[in-house]
């Protein structure tokens, strides 16, 4: 009897994204109709243990224009649809999924995000450089910083302040 891998997926309007997780997959055989009928099978590990996925997606898809990309961790599917629609689920049939599949939220964009998400696309992909937390220039005042080497004294001008012990946020000059 054959196993399921775990599956996941992500789609936009017009395509699919099927990630089987299956590492060091041998004898991979996989098939996918016009009419939403997707076939896996592949074999790992030393035993060669057989995994298998038959499922039947939403609506029609384009095979010409699929494509399939595997690597040592993973298979994965770009299935183009049919229709240019979101689908309000990856299976023909209603219910309760099968334990093996799952959304992949690396992927996922919402319906109304979709445009949005493509407007920001830089050509580096998910990328997100903002947490790099490489700083950057921010309030910088090059006129300051040119007399004095940068740098500012903030003791002999102010006041030392201590926050009162009612709690109520008041600044009080200390004596």
């Given at each position: 009897?054959?196993r ?14 099927v ?6 997959a ?25 995994y ?21 961790r ?10 240019s629609?979101?689908?309000?689920r990856?299976?023909?049939h ?34 997100d ?47």
């Amino acid at each position: 009897m054959s196993r399921h891998p775990l599956v996941k997926w992500a789609q936009r309007a017009d395509k699919l994204f099927v990630t089987v997780e299956l590492p060091d997959a041998k004898n991979v055989k996989l098939n996918l109709d016009p009419e939403g009928k997707f076939f896996f099978s592949a074999t790992t590990g030393v035993g060669n243990v057989p995994y298998e996925i038959e499922i039947d997606l939403y609506d029609k898809v384009v095979v010409d224009e699929s494509k399939v990309s595997f690597t040592s961790r993973h298979i994965c599917y770009l299935v183009k649809k049919a229709e240019s629609k979101w689908w309000s689920r990856l299976l023909k049939h209603g219910g309760k999924p099968p334990v093996f599949l799952r959304v992949d939220w690396d992927k996922w964009v919402d319906e109304d995000e979709q445009d949005e998400k493509s407007a920001r696309d830089t050509g580096f992909g998910d990328f997100d450089f903002s947490k790099l937390n490489m700083g950057g220039a921010g309030d910088f005042d090059a006129e300051a910083a040119e007399g004095d080497g940068g740098y500012e004294s903030d003791t002999d001008d102010e006041e030392e302040t201590e926050e009162t012990a009612t709690g109520s946020g008041e600044s009080v000059p200390k004596d």
